[in-house]
């Protein structure tokens, strides 16, 4: 059985700093590009960044500069460094698993934390 949880969520103030963990069993965690997406109320999911099986990263304009994505495979968890942080970076932070399959990609996402930045 896949899982992917999420952790590491919270309220924090306007500068402040969180690091958000998704830890994955039941998958070859190594050969997936791992990702981090975002959703707040009344809009639309979003990529915030992701990093491939070799490390190549990639990040959303609203946080380049602010965010680091990072991966353990010894530990099959993803990371994501947030600093300075705004109150618009506040949403439900998604982990999200994706690698090719046989008939197309496989994927899979986690429950969900939230995050909300506000004094």
């Known amino acids: 059985q896949v899982q992917l949880v999420e952790s590491g969520g919270g309220l924090v103030q306007p500068g402040g700093s969180l690091r958000l963990s998704c830890a994955a069993s039941?998958?070859?965690?190594?050969?997936?590009?791992m990702g981090w997406y975002r959703q707040a109320p009344g809009k639309q999911r979003e990529l915030v960044a992701k990093?491939?099986?070799?490390?190549?990263?990639n990040y959303a304009d609203s946080v380049k500069g602010r965010v680091t994505i990072s991966r353990d495979n010894d530990k099959n968890t993803v990371y994501l460094q947030m600093n300075t942080l705004k109150p618009e970076d506040t949403a439900v932070y998604y982990c999200?698993?994706?690698?090719?399959?046989?008939?197309?990609?496989?994927?899979?996402w986690g429950q969900g934390t939230q995050v909300t930045v506000s004094s």
């Open positions: 999200n698993a994706v690698a090719p399959g046989v008939i197309g990609p496989v994927d899979y």
């Open positions: 039941g998958i070859v965690f190594s050969i997936y590009t």
């Open positions: 990093i491939t099986s070799g490390g190549s990263t």
